[in-house]
């Protein structure tokens, strides 16, 4: 049964395959733990986040239509979770206050995970018609690196990071506005949030 594509496995545990969901499990708990630390950099609160993505994609799996690879699909859950947790914990983000309040729209806007994939999809094809030392900032910054820390992996004064982030920023400010007028505000404070933070 380890053989099976993750399409194959996902049929199975619609039928309630408790040794496909297993399988899964043990497939993507590795990676999708790893993701969840590199954002939060809380090992409990990353296990706690993946657990709680697995137990829904059991209590879903009748109803489970997913779109695309489910590896995707996972990481957008993590990245969606890690969201959820920051809002929780009121996090402020720096210049604009006012822009995690409107992170609350995102249950209502972004009404699934396609629409998020949609989302995530633009914000990369963006960012890879960006040079590359945007691209790297982004990159490291998405997955919850500090200013500092960038600074020192890249060999860059942490101004010229703040620099980069404001001009990736901008740049996502300008696509989003462009391809989603009436949610933009919503996705928006959504990439501050990620990158501001």
Known sequence: MESLTDKE???QIRHDDHDA???LFDRYWQQLFKSACAR???NDT???IVQEIFIKLWQRRASLNIDGPLENYLHSAVRLSVISHYRSKKVTVVQLDDALERINLLEDSIGSLTDYLELEKTLQLTVDGMPDMLKKVYQLRSENHSVKAIAVELGLADQTVKNYITEVSRR???TIAEKYPEKHLTYIALIVAMLHK
Do not use: E, S
Request: aromatic share 6%; charged share 35%.
């Open 9 to 11: 496995l996902l049929t």
């Open 172 to 174: 996502l400010r300008i």
């Open 46 to 48: 990353a296990q706690d």
């Open 40 to 42: 939060l950099d809380d």
């Open 21 to 23: 969901f297993d399988i």
